[in-house]
């Protein structure tokens, strides 16, 4: 007797197979760097990254907006420019500050209120740092044909 799969079970299992081999390519380390990097130099959140639970928040955001950046890769690939393939996952990228700037919030000491703008500001760039290199990591994928 033969399986009946749907179309969506196989898109879904392709698409945890392309997550899976972009994933292979980070490192913990480069994780714990990038936080460090961005976070640990502002006063205002270096306290806050010593929690453990900021930092762990801190990667599942890195990750998803890598893996937000791979999937538009292709798009990359086919001669599309990045700033006009990022317009396409505008609401994706805006939740993914979003989540990580209310994190900040949340666990803050209050003292945030003053500069809340400037926290914005670096989960912005946070978020766009690792939107970008999941582009470009999948575009040279889908330029070896590794994909």
């Known amino acids: 007797m033969n399986v009946v799969t749907t179309f969506i079970d196989k898109k879904r299992e392709k698409q945890v197979k392309y997550e899976r ?54 798009f990359g690939y086919y001669g599309e420019a990045i700033e006009a393939v990022k317009s396409r996952c505008y609401k ?8 990580l700037y209310n994190f900040f919030l949340f666990w803050g000491k209050g003292e945030e209120g003053t500069e809340s703008e400037s926290l914005y500001y670096l989960c912005e760039q946070y978020v766009d ?11 040279k994928k889908y330029k070896l044909r590794m994909h």
């Open 21 to 74: 081999s972009m994933l292979r390519e980070l490192s913990i380390n480069i994780l714990q760097n990038r936080v460090k990097q961005y976070f640990g130099s502002s006063q205002l959140t270096s306290s806050l990254v010593m929690n453990s639970g900021i930092e762990e928040a801190c990667y599942d955001v890195a990750i998803e907006a890598y893996l937000l950046g791979a999937k538009f890769g292709r």
């Open 92 to 99: 994706d990228e805006r939740h993914l500050i979003d989540t």
């Open 129 to 139: 740092s690792w939107w970008r290199e999941g582009f470009m990591k999948s575009e």
